[in-house]
């Protein structure tokens, strides 16, 4: 892995500015471009370390603060571990934040993302990489969908909320994606049930999407959050190796041609 550099940047939306941590190697090329969406906790250090270990490997990456409208990261004050019983308290601050942030307003904070990121002289050409983790999951799922000429490959950990009745419901955009997903599923996952899961993948399977999809088994929701109480460290190395498998296979050879 290489040296990164790092920056806390101000990327322009049609609704002020989000700010964003930006990483990426140290060796002045460019380098496959990564957008990487925060959990809903933030972002954070578990976050901008996660981004590092992303840059070190080879990729541009920028994290932004979805909740931009609301706060500037990191959005809430965090104990050192997120434990069940500091959730409460902390989802109270969070979750109108999390309702404020409607798909509209989300998508279009994404294609502003997108832009600054593929702009950038430390960003190569052609389409981007997606990786989100729970409320970040969706997210992904959604830009993938919507933004499919920019994605060329998009993954999602322990994801919430990505197979619903909601006639919004993120899956109903698999029609439009041309990326390759994969998804690192929770085992017995209070934000994605079984029957959630069916759905997703046979909406992908009727639409030809490329994708794979796994469930952790004995990994709780949150994972790979090593700030959390929730973190398994197997299941997060687990996750490293699909997300960099999946990024090389599918972004590598798009800098190569």
């Known amino acids: 892995?290489?040296?990164?550099?790092?920056?806390?940047?101000?990327?322009?939306?049609?609704?002020?500015?989000?700010?964003?941590?930006?990483?990426?190697?140290?060796?002045?090329?460019?380098?496959?471009?990564?957008?990487?969406?925060?959990?809903?906790?933030?972002?954070?250090?578990?976050?901008?370390?996660?981004?590092?270990?992303?840059?070190?490997?080879?990729?541009?990456?920028?994290?932004?603060?979805?909740?931009?409208?609301?706060?500037?990261?990191?959005?809430?004050?965090?104990?050192?571990?997120?434990?069940?019983?500091?959730?409460?308290?902390?989802?109270?601050?969070?979750g109108p934040m999390m309702q404020a942030l409607t798909p509209e307003l989300a998508m279009r904070d994404a294609g502003a993302y997108l832009d600054w990121l593929q702009a950038r002289p430390e960003a190569a050409g052609g389409p981007v990489g997606l990786t989100g983790y729970c409320l970040g999951a969706g997210l992904a799922l959604r830009t993938a969908g919507t933004y499919p000429h920019r994605v060329a490959a998009a993954a999602g950990f322990h994801g919430a909320q990505l197979a619903t009745d909601a006639p919004d419901s993120p899956h109903?955009?698999?029609?439009?994606?041309?990326?390759?997903?994969?998804?690192?599923?929770?085992?017995?996952?209070?934000?994605?049930?079984?029957?959630?899961?069916?759905?997703?993948?046979?909406?992908?399977?009727?639409?030809?999407?490329?994708?794979?999809?796994?469930?952790?088994?004995?990994a709780p929701h949150g994972y790979t959050q090593a700030d959390t109480a929730a973190h398994d460290e197997q299941a997060t190395e687990r996750h490293w190796s699909e997300l960099l498998d999946l990024f090389e296979r599918a972004l590598r050879p798009a800098v190569r041609d």
């Open 172 to 218: 109903r955009l698999a029609e439009h994606i041309t990326a390759e997903l994969y998804f690192g599923h929770a085992d017995q996952d209070h934000a994605l049930p079984e029957e959630q899961i069916q759905l997703l993948d046979s909406t992908l399977t009727e639409a030809g999407v490329r994708f794979r999809a796994e469930v952790y088994r004995g």
């Open 1 to 94: 892995m290489t040296a990164v550099q790092a920056t806390t940047v101000h990327t322009p939306t049609a609704d002020g500015a989000a700010d964003a941590y930006f990483t990426h190697p140290s060796d002045g090329r460019p380098h496959p471009a990564v957008l990487l969406y925060m959990d809903a906790f933030g972002v954070r250090p578990q976050l901008t370390a996660m981004a590092d270990r992303l840059a070190a490997n080879g990729y541009t990456v920028l994290v932004p603060n979805v909740f931009y409208r609301e706060a500037a990261a990191p959005v809430v004050e965090l104990p050192e571990i997120i434990d069940p019983q500091s959730r409460p308290e902390i989802f109270e601050k969070i």
